[in-house]
């Protein structure tokens, strides 16, 4: 089974607008990490979010948060106010383990490709 | 501080060569990954160095090998190039004391084999 799921192939927004992309996961270990990554076509992999699955808190930076809903195995990002820039590979990853102490080894999806349009 | 940096950006190769990648993560970070990006696999894990030792090792064939140096610096080699290993190859460092959560990424090194 896949252990990261994104649905979502490809996804377009207005700008301005919020978008929602989806991700679930699969894990049988009760200390993850979940992560946000954006890859715009140069390539390089950009950092977005991090939500720990202790954390009772969604995470939020700027205007990316994160909907996390343990139960469901669901770790949604959410974009606010879209913007031309934000048009790109959007990636979902997980990391199973402590920090520190296990592996940095990232699990990620197949990712999502956002168009945001003018 | 300086990010991750990977030599050379972009490589063309044949059949049957071997090749080396480096990567330089952000200074005082101690752990490396590498990852291969193709359209088909997506992103796949290859292996994670900390301190000069391999910690863990994706799935994926001998000919794929790597080491980490005294200062960090990382080295990924495959010998025996198949077309198939035409991807881009990630390096990724982390900050392992603190308990930090993000692994920061280089930009790519683009291997194409012909």
Redesign the interface.
Same mark, same amino acid.
């Given at each position: 089974a896949q252990k990261i799921t994104q649905t979502q192939p490809g996804m377009f927004v207005q700008e301005k607008e919020a978008v929602t992309l989806d991700c679930t996961y699969d894990t049988s270990d009760p200390s993850y990490?979940l992560?946000w990554?954006k890859q715009p076509s140069?390539?390089?992999?950009?950092?977005l979010i991090?939500q720990?699955s202790y954390d009772q808190q969604n995470a939020t930076e700027g205007r990316y948060s994160l909907n996390f809903q343990k139960a469901r195995k669901s770790a949604n990002l959410v974009i606010s106010a879209s913007q031309l820039g934000d048009s790109a590979m959007y990636?979902c990853?997980m990391r199973e383990g402590h920090?520190?102490a296990g592996?940095?080894?990232?699990?990620?999806?197949?990712?999502t490709k956002l168009s945001v349009i003018p | 501080k300086a990010g991750v940096t990977q030599t050379p950006r972009y490589l063309i190769k044949t059949r049957g060569q071997q090749v080396t990648l480096s990567c330089s993560p952000i200074s005082g970070h101690r752990?490396v990954?590498w990852?291969q990006q193709t359209p088909g696999q997506?992103?796949?894990?290859l292996f994670?160095y900390f301190s000069e030792t391999q910690?863990?090792k *994706?799935n994926f064939p001998g000919r794929f090998s790597g080491r980490q140096f005294s200062n960090s610096r990382s080295e990924m080699n495959v010998s025996t190039l198949e077309l198939g290993d035409s991807a881009?190859y990630?390096c990724?460092s982390?900050l392992?004391?603190? *308990?930090?959560?993000?692994?920061?990424? *280089?930009? *790519?090194t683009?291997l194409t084999v012909l």
């Open positions: 990490g992560f990554y140069s390539g390089e992999m950009i950092f991090y720990g990636f990853a920090s520190g592996s940095y080894q990232l699990t990620f999806g197949k990712g | 752990s990954s990852y997506g992103l796949q894990f994670e910690r863990n *994706g881009l990630l990724a982390s392992v004391s603190g *308990g930090a959560n993000e692994q920061f990424f *280089g930009p *790519g683009r």
